[in-house]
T-cell receptor, first 114, second 110 residues
Framework: GENVEQHPSTLSVQEGDSAVIKCTYS??????FPWYKQELGKGPQLIID?????GEKKDQRIAVTLNKTAKHFSLHITETQPEDSAVYFC?????????????FGKGTKLTVNP | DADVTQTPRNRITKTGKRIMLECSQT?????MYWYRQDPGLGLRLIYY???????NKGEISDGYSVSRQAQAKFSLSLESAIPNQTALYFC?????????FGPGTRLTVL
């Protein structure tokens, strides 16, 4: 089955710096790669996603890149702000006989220091 | 009002007790999921349901059972709780790719 590895597990940056979180996946059939942000005391919330037919997607200060050949994808946050502090999860769709379900990485705790 | 609600939000129980966690959604989605979150382990899928008559085991279903009472309701039961089931539990719904999560239930088994 699908396996998603996420690095680093913790990341601390200064406000205004960039942050990069990387994930690798094992199933070459996976074709949907979302990123979720979990703030303290809340459930995860989708912040950006990418499908296998594109290599990069941007939404204001966040971007995601996908390298299908290497089976890895990354989240880039520019001009970080304290409110970006949260746990971030990457995920990949594992498709098994039409029953698609997400497989999540173990998460990255991002701390943005003022 | 929240689209995905979970009750209770916090629960402390003792080993051997039967516990039910409930999830309701107003998004009209067919797909519903139960996840468990442990520190350093991310989100692990317990059970999922793609419609009212469909129940599927996830990665870590042992010790858990579910009931899909209606399109909007999906309950998770621990028949005989044990301490290593202490965790944060999330319900989620989706209509296709994006999943919408509830606020979570923090369960402590003593």
């Amino acid at each position: 089955g699908e396996n998603v590895e996420q690095h680093p597990s913790t990341l601390s940056v200064q406000e205004g710096d960039s942050a990069v979180i990387k994930c690798t996946y094992s199933d070459s059939a996976s074709n949907y790669f979302p990123w979720y942000k979990q703030e303290l005391g809340k459930g995860p919330q989708l912040i950006i996603d990418i499908r296998s037919n594109v290599g990069e997607k941007k939404d204001q200060r966040i971007a995601v890149t996908l390298n299908k050949t290497a089976k890895h994808f990354s989240l880039h946050i520019t001009e970080t702000q304290p409110e970006d502090s949260a746990v971030y999860f990457c995920a990949a769709i594992q498709s098994q006989g039409g029953s698609e379900k997400l497989v999540f990485g173990k998460g990255t705790k991002l701390t943005v220091n003022p | 009002d929240a689209d995905v609600t979970q009750t209770p939000r916090n629960r402390i129980t003792k080993t051997g007790k039967r516990i039910m966690l409930e999830c309701s959604q107003t998004k009209g989605h067919d797909r519903m999921y139960w996840y468990r979150q442990d520190p350093g382990l991310g989100l692990r899928l317990i059970y999922y349901s793609f419609d009212v008559k469909d129940i599927n085991k996830g990665e870590i279903s042992d010790g858990y059972s579910v009931s899909r009472q209606a399109q909007a309701k999906f309950s998770l039961s621990l028949e005989s709780a044990i301490p290593n089931q202490t965790a944060l539990y999330f319900c989620a719904t989706s209509d296709w790719d994006e999943q919408f999560f509830g606020p979570g239930t923090r369960l402590t088994v003593l």
